[in-house]
């Protein structure tokens, strides 16, 4: 069978008992970066030396059927540098050809940054999405919030220490200065911080700079009013962020159970004005 390991995110007293169990056994294991597992084996005190097959994002399309193939035939453990194989990591289209080819898939569990950066942003916790990397681009990035813009769930986010104040910056223009925001850091490791506040002062708080692995968590959008006043508001504000105004009007609508007509004239008066 496949079987998809959780390794540490930062601290190797987190690896559970089944996967130092499973890593002591096994004969196979296709690796994000082998030499990262090779130091997670020594960090662990396994003396078993398996196999290590290297699997990334440039090869994982052209690897996938030989490595079903080498599961078929006795197990086959597949690691990410850190947290769950899949989740940003290599390994979806491997797990997706296993399943095609009727190989079992199984997981053994462990320490993932979106439920433990989500755990301590102090923001709700009932209902979220992971939204996986910000893109690279302004403006693409700028995309991402206006497609969020009235998200109603939390939102995580992984980015690079380099672009944090910069993705911080469009959060805000975008999503709304005040919007409640956590930057979480270094999850398990010795300097870990988790710093939180509106969009705006983690901005300014990047600025100067932030190391790390970083873990964004940002508050669902408030619902709606069904006002017209506050809706045509609204409306506005979509617009301000980019939004074409007959897609801001039918969101708010949507939003709301106001009339998208209503909505729409409604804000073009406003502009008239």
């Known amino acids: 069978m496949l079987i998809l390991a959780a390794t540490p995110i930062g601290n190797l007293k987190d690896a559970s008992l089944r996967l130092i169990e499973l890593l002591e056994s096994a004969e196979t294991v296709a690796a994000e970066d082998t030499r990262v597992t090779a130091k ?3 960090g662990l005190g396994i003396e078993n030396r398996p196999r290590l ?17 080498l599961a078929r035939e006795g197990d086959l453990v597949l690691l990410s540098d850190a947290g769950m194989p899949t989740v940003s990591d290599p390994g979806y289209l491997l797990v997706s050809a296993a399943i095609e080819a009727g190989v079992d898939v199984t997981v053994v569990p462990g320490p993932s940054a979106v439920v433990t950066a989500l755990a301590l942003s102090g923001l709700p916790t009932d209902r979220f999405t992971f939204e996986g990397f910000l893109p690279r681009k302004q403006g693409d990035r700028q995309s991402v919030f206006r497609m969020l813009a009235r998200e109603p769930r939390t939102m995580v986010f992984f ?11 469009d959060l805000a223009a975008v999503l709304g200065a005040d919007r409640r925001v956590a930057v979480v850091r270094e999850l398990t490791k010795l300097y870990e911080e988790a710093r939180r506040g509106t969009a705006s002062e ?12 970083i873990c964004i968590v940002v508050a669902g959008a408030e619902p ?16 301000a962020s980019g939004s074409r105004l007959k897609e801001a009007a039918a969101e ?5 159970g106001l009339s998208k007509r209503d909505l729409y004239e409604g804000a073009l008066a406003s502009r008239r004005s």
Do not use: Y
Request: hydrophobic share 45%.
């Open 53 to 69: 097959i290297p699997l990334h994002e440039h090869n994982e399309r052209e690897k996938a059927t030989s490595l079903v193939e």
């Open 252 to 256: 708010v609508a949507d939003a709301t």
């Open 159 to 169: 980015e690079s220490p380099n672009r944090l104040a910069d993705s911080l910056g």
């Open 202 to 213: 983690l901005a300014e708080w990047a600025a100067s700079g932030v190391k790390g692995e």
């Open 40 to 42: 997670l084996l020594r």
């Open 224 to 239: 709606l009013v069904a006002d017209l006043g506050e809706g045509v508001g609204q409306v506005l504000a979509l617009v």
